[in-house]
DNA sequence: GCGAACCGCTACTTTCGTCGGGGGTAGCCG
DNA sequence: CGGCTACCCCCGACGAAAGTAGCGGTTCGC
């Protein structure tokens, strides 16, 4: 599998050093370039053809909702992933219709924002937290359309059993105690660890551990 | 191997219960008893022999200090793990003098309270992260003094290496990567790992990582 | 020189994670 | 209605990774 490609775009030296040292972190992450501004960004795009770009909304000159919607606009354009100091509503929305594919905070953790990246890489979406429980309060409304309910599904969204699973291995209990607990095989255990790695678009049940507790599951 | 024996010494019955619970999560820990003041706890020692028992300092009647201090007198007494919601220098130094193992924080996460217990059944210590820190500084001024020094290492105390290790587990990394990193061979990573797992306490790598996410090591 | 501690390694056992598949339920459609 | 699709939950088997046990080599203080 060769390294999924990754441009930065933000309007700070320094915030964009700092993201450049997280990518680097993961082998299987390329950063193939970084730009300023949204115009910067779309010229930096159609030179180095990343898979990913991690997008800041407030820069000068061309901001980042208008990059994105132009990205968007491409065909076989790069997956955005709105990258932002403020969780505001007006953001959010908007970030999703111009067409991000991801909302994130720039307070997240390195390694959920290395997760957030692999998951939208394989054309999944993410958001943090907050946006996801802003999202579903704005859905509530509605909440029989099915439509609008598998949308939000897709995007984080764990089984019952998953999420029991999920826990379990955020305890830091081996497959076997798993089972012994929840009542299924070691066997099944293991089929709802993959399907959590898949869904977080983590490696190893240590990541997957280490996101349980970044988003609160567990104490 | 047998499960290691815990008695819980606290005067208020919610938190007793709430330490029970996170004790009874554990498969290799049993509670053998309850008490709510000092002069409870010795009499409750004295008919369920515990290896390890979890003392809260400020309790009406006997306090812990006192508890403590006539526990290590005993021949073949349990190992004292105290428990306070304040970290006042006083009672950390006047704790350790009284004979405890260990000194930590209530608001500690219970994956570690589990950890110290095991670490200190096994003879060995545990302080919380900041008492570890303020201790260190009370050495500071005679840091020359090998004696203290390797007293102090017994304690939390990895070597470089086990802490780059430490903090490669904590990023998800397999063994295959860190080897690469950290140039040596996975084997060897693995013997690292392992040391990790007995000076923590832990049973697997996920535990590992976790710790490594609670002691403020990684974002 | 001897013991203690650290680092590194090989060889072996145990646990993980993947692959493929069976059985059940619910919606969709001709 | 049957047939199709899409999940979800469950499982056995097998290669890959993690973890254990044990052994050389080095350094450093006694």
Redesign the pocket.
Known sequence: MTATRVLIVDDEQLVRAGLRMILQSAADLEVVGEAGDGAQALRAVAEHRPDVVLMDIRMPGTDGLTATRQLADLANGPKVLVLTTFDLDDYVFRALQAGASGFLLKDTPPLELLNAVRVIAAGEAMLAPTVTRRLITHYAADSRD?RKQTAL?RLT?L????SEVLVAVGRGW???QI?REL??????V?????KL?EKTGST???QVAILAHEAGLLG
């Open positions: 099915r599904h969204a089984t019952d059993r998953e081996p497959n076997a089972g009542y299924m095989s070691e066997a099944t293991k089929a709802h660890v993959s790695l190893n049940r240590v």
